[in-house]
């Protein structure tokens, strides 16, 4: 299994649907570059994309904690990980991919949309847009990462687990969703 991630341009032509959750966040911005936490009310992202959002903890030395693990994400992936630090949910490929994305928007301080692939040697693919936004509690600090994002499946059914599919639990070592233990 191979996991990798690339910058895509900032056009929304990959998913168009995130386009509506940049505008959301635009909003709660104002008139500055990046809204601070007390601005944000993630109910009002579109409905259809709070459940494949999350927010990140930004902490002082530069690792990351999951505040906010949306239901859609959990069931993709049969897993659960609010509360649990960056290295703790996620391992191998998938954890240096997500750190990268997150470590991009952190220092640059600006909205970031990413692919990330996650594919099978048969060729099964999860296809992950992410767009990953800053926020900030502190001047010229950014505290906290939403990501919002879109999935694809190609060569996995709808009604196929995407956790059963890709052996989850060797990728993830939070709790999974569908047993409720470790």
Same mark, same amino acid.
């Given at each position: 299994?191979?996991?990798? %991630?690339?910058?895509?341009? /900032? ?11 940049? &505008?959301?966040? &635009? &909003? ?12 944000? /009310? ?5 409905? #259809? ?13 530069? *690792?990351?904690?999951? *505040? ?13 990980? +609010? %509360? #649990? ?6 391992? %191998?490929?998938?954890?240096?991919? @997500? ?20 594919? #099978?040697?048969?060729?099964? *693919? ?5 767009? *990953? ?9 950014? +505290? ?5 994002? +879109? ?16 052996? @989850?639990? &060797? ?12």
């Amino acid at each position: 299994m191979s996991v990798y %991630g690339e910058t895509l341009p /900032d056009d929304f032509s990959a998913s168009p649907k995130l386009e509506a959750a940049w &505008k959301v966040w &635009k &909003k709660w911005c104002g008139g500055r570059s990046v809204p601070t936490w007390a601005d944000v /009310d993630l109910m009002l992202l579109p409905p #259809k994309l709070l459940p494949f959002a999350t927010v990140m903890d930004v902490l002082d030395d530069g *690792r990351y904690r999951y *505040r906010f693990w949306g239901t859609g994400i959990a069931n993709a992936y049969e897993v659960e990980v +609010t %509360g #649990k630090l960056l290295e703790e949910a996620f391992g %191998g490929e998938f954890f240096g991919v @997500t750190k990268r994305q997150l470590d991009s928007v952190v220092e640059s301080g600006e909205p970031q949309l990413y692919r990330t692939i996650i594919e #099978k040697p048969s060729g099964a *693919r999860l296809i992950k847009i992410n767009l *990953r936004l800053p926020v900030m509690d502190m001047p010229d600090q950014i +505290t906290k990462v939403i990501t919002v994002s +879109t999935l694809e499946r190609v060569g996995i059914h709808d009604y196929e687990s995407v956790g059963e599919i890709w052996g @989850t639990s &060797k990728l993830v070592a939070g709790q999974r969703v569908n047993d409720g233990g470790a």
